[in-house]
């Protein structure tokens, strides 16, 4: 097969796949090593859930303890800390949530 013109080739079947990992519509590779890991894992049949994905700089939300249903902004510094922003006095705190599950908002 001749892809020296560009052209994309799909693939409608392969034995064993359900589907491809994509972002924006583009299959992306996922490294080995988080493929490794994931496998690791999973053959230790310790429990777990899917959780979402958060990143630093995202609007999260505190799921259960004495702070559920708290929201702010996830920050960088240090151990795991939350910004909670007061718009109308124009003040934040940040407070650690080490611990927590969170989810995003």
Partial sequence: MDLSSGARVGILHTRGVIG?????????????????????????????????????????????GCLAGLEGILEESGPKNMVISIGCIQRSVAIKVEGYELELV
């Fill in 20 to 64: 491809f990992v994509t972002f924006a519509g583009e299959a992306i590779p996922i490294p080995v090593e988080q493929i490794t890991a994931l496998q690791m894992l999973l053959s230790t049949k310790v429990p777990c859930a899917l959780h979402a994905f958060l990143k630093i700089g995202q609007r999260v939300r505190i799921l259960g």
